[in-house]
């Protein structure tokens, strides 16, 4: 598929925010393939669908899961934030016909991260905090880690993140905890 039939694909499934989120997601990672080393089109890829299924209400979200047959962890069900990553992946490969794996973990695992992450995993992890349209308190310095190493910008990202759960009272996701714990280990 074009860039252009990839917008194209989204655009009926989000808000206009969310759009241009998708579109900056996408450029960020291409920006971080390039400078990485990974395939920058399967980035532009991975980046551009990564939120198809973000602002779906969440009972048509449960619906579409229980269709691809994804059963959801005690903590998966207590975090709803967590359900359009699943059900992008599987949405993306069920009905986009989109084979390739490398990019249906990258969306499948952009919201939690887990052990064991590709570079095109991290690429998408990464664009996902940094990309041009995040305003949040805290984004420039994970810009300027990204420049440095992805993983300094992953452990940045990743504390932020666990932080604020934490701080919130929420569950913090088994693969959350295994990307974290990974990234500070491989940082010492
Ligand atoms: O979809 P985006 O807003 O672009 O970003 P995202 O897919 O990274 O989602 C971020 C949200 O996901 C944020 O509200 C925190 C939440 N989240 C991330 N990791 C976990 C989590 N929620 C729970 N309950 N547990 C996690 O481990
Ligand atoms: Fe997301
Ligand atoms: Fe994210
Ligand atoms: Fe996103």
């Known amino acids: 598929m074009s860039h252009k039939d990839y917008k194209a694909v989204i655009k009926p499934f989000l808000s206009e925010k969310r759009y241009r989120h998708s579109l900056a997601v996408a450029e960020e990672a291409v920006h971080l393939a390039k400078k990485y080393g990974a395939d920058e089109e ?16 969440p009972e048509e979200q449960l619906k579409r899961m229980t269709r691809y047959d994804i059963v959801l962890t005690e903590v998966e069900r207590s975090g709803q934030k967590l359900w359009h990553a699943m059900l992008g992946a599987a949405y993306v490969e069920q009905e986009l016909h ?14 939690t991260g887990r052990a064991h992450m590709t ?19 805290g984004v420039e310095e994970i810009r300027k880690a990204a420049r440095k190493s ?14 604020d759960l934490a701080e919130r009272r929420l ?13 500070v280990l491989e940082d010492r």
């Open 42 to 57: 399967k980035a532009y890829t991975a980046g551009i669908l990564h939120d198809i299924m973000k602002d779906m209400p």
């Open 98 to 111: 989109i084979e390739d794996q490398d990019i249906l973990n990258a969306i499948r695992y952009h919201t």
């Open 171 to 183: 569950a913090i996701h088994p693969d959350t905890i295994a990307a974290y714990n990974e990234a």
């Open 150 to 163: 992805l993983l300094a910008a992953m452990l940045s990202g990743m504390t932020y993140t666990i932080q």
């Open 119 to 137: 570079l095109l995993e991290k690429v998408l992890f990464v664009a996902d905090f940094t990309s041009s349209d995040r305003d949040y308190p």
